[in-house]
């Protein structure tokens, strides 16, 4: 489990969890602490239980056991519609955005479920692709454009802790840096956000505190001070 800050309390706290689908026991005893205001990133492969994580945090497995608390709060157990009252945003790989609506009326769809969520100026000086797109029905955007309009729709809901699942995946590098720079923009306005990677170089200068997942199990947890001292390590468990 990761050392305590002196002081300070986490803003989200998991501890022994463990989940599965149907039969199948996928999460082994994860353990995972994020304090408020910083860029968490989740690593490993494929099938680590990454995306499960952040699934179990929302309320979307069908059965896990364990603690899940948010400023000490137990969600294990609650709705995913009352999760994410407390303030949690996900943001999924699928994107889910609707093509049949353009990308300004996909960003007003989700309601404001906690104070505090951004308007369309800030979102359009957060994300200046979205503005210029803002009439294009959602077929018309880039895979780009729809990751920042997956990541924008979240922010209208007042969500102030935003669980990202593999953000860069397949875009373009021009893409990729425009979303690392509103990730920094974020976490400078006191977002927290926890970010499931398996891009180690976007993550790398993005992140506070960095977890390494294998089958179902946090096996390494380091501060970004010590990532030198562990790249031997990422390198044998993720390649990079």
């Known amino acids: 489990m990761r050392e305590a800050r002196a002081g300070q309390q986490p803003l989200l706290a998991i501890e022994g969890l463990h989940a599965f689908y149907g039969e199948s026991h996928v999460l082994h005893g994860v353990d995972l602490q994020v304090y408020p205001g910083e860029v968490v990133a989740v690593l490993g492969r494929n099938g680590a239980g990454r995306t499960t994580t952040l699934k179990a945090v929302m309320g979307l497995m069908g059965r896990a056991k364990g603690s899940i608390r948010l400023n000490g709060a137990q969600l294990l157990g609650l709705a995913p519609h009352d999760i994410a009252r407390h303030g949690i945003g996900y943001c999924p790989e699928e994107r889910g955005i609707f093509a049949s609506l ?9 309601p404001r479920l906690a104070a505090g969520g951004m308007g369309l100026d800030q979102i359009y000086a957060l994300f200046p692709n979205l503005r210029e797109r803002r009439a294009s029905p959602g077929t018309r955007l880039s895979g780009g454009e729809q990751q920042m309009l997956a990541l924008a729709r979240i922010l209208r809901t007042g969500a102030r802790l935003l669980l990202l699942d593999e953000t860069s995946e397949g875009l373009a590098p021009v893409i990729v840096q425009a979303i690392g ?8 306005l006191g977002f927290t956000l926890v970010m499931v990677e398996q891009n180690f170089r976007f993550a790398a200068p993005l992140a506070d505190y960095f977890y390494v997942m294998e089958g179902g199990r946090m096996v390494q947890g380091f501060a970004t001070a010590q990532l030198a001292a ?11």
């Open 181 to 188: 720079r509103a990730i920094r923009q974020l976490r400078a």
């Open 102 to 110: 353009s990308c300004e009326e996909n960003l007003l769809l989700p």
């Open 230 to 240: 562990h790249m031997d390590m990422l390198h044998t468990q993720l390649g990079v």
